[in-house]
């Protein structure tokens, strides 16, 4: 299988790569137009800042090559919330892939959400043998509304969006690849998709 990820600068890429490694996949990082086109899968990974990911992207091109791509996109973390329409972290335009908007926690909780928590209302083949209730691990401090796209969600000062789907893109707000058997169980339906 192909499978790439997409270089933008937005990190944390070795522990994706390692959990697909466990799962005897080679994801391949890469920055190329027609190597992304050309994937069987692609991931959209991302920790960091959203405007300056979005920048990276807009100078590279990705931001109009990845809305185009035909073949299923995970979108992670970062990723997840640059294929929103709009974040307010540094009011920054996304890529609209999903029709939700992302948001600040308030100060009223702390934040980043850092840890395990649960995700439920799960409504994907993404979920295949995860249960309601399940943990996944995250680290964050903005969060997609709850939208029609909606595929989970989970609490945290709110109900949010965990995870969205859109025709082949999925995006999922935790952290896969740190999520134990569960978060590899997600990669491997997503393989199988």
């Given at each position: 299988?192909?499978?790439?990820?997409?270089?933008?600068?937005?990190?944390?890429?070795k522990s994706i790569q390692f959990a697909f490694q466990r799962l005897g996949y080679n994801a391949v990082l890469t920055n190329d137009p027609n190597a992304l086109i050309k994937a069987d899968k692609v991931i959209f990974p991302g920790v960091g800042e959203a405007s300056s990911a979005m920048a990276k992207l807009r100078e590279s091109g990705l931001d109009?090559?990845?809305p185009e791509l035909k073949q299923p996109v995970l979108?992670?973390?970062?990723?997840?919330?640059?294929?929103?329409?709009?974040?307010?972290e540094g009011d920054?335009?996304?890529?609209?892939?999903?029709?939700?908007?992302v948001k600040r926690f308030s100060?009223?909780?702390?934040?980043?959400?850092?840890?395990?928590?649960?995700?439920?209302?799960?409504?994907?083949d993404l979920f295949k043998g995860i249960n309601?209730?399940?943990?996944?691990?995250?680290?964050?401090?903005?969060?997609?509304?709850t939208c029609e796209e909606a595929i989970a969600t989970t609490d945290y000062e709110i109900e949010y969006a965990s995870?969205?789907?859109?025709?082949?893109?999925?995006?999922?707000q935790f952290h896969p690849e740190k999520?134990?058997?569960?978060?590899?169980?997600?990669?491997?339906?997503?393989?199988?998709?």
């Open positions: 299988m192909d499978l790439k990820i997409v270089n933008y600068g937005a990190g944390n890429i109009t090559i990845i979108g992670i973390c970062l990723g997840m919330q640059l294929m929103c329409k709009h974040t307010e920054t335009k996304g890529l609209g892939i999903f029709d939700a908007d100060n009223q909780v702390k934040v980043p959400q850092m840890g395990w928590n649960i995700v439920r209302n799960l409504k994907s309601e209730g399940d943990y996944m691990y995250l680290v964050h401090s903005y969060y997609a509304e995870a969205l789907e859109n025709d082949n893109f999925f995006g999922v999520s134990s058997k569960v978060g590899e169980r997600l990669l491997q339906n997503f393989l199988e998709l």
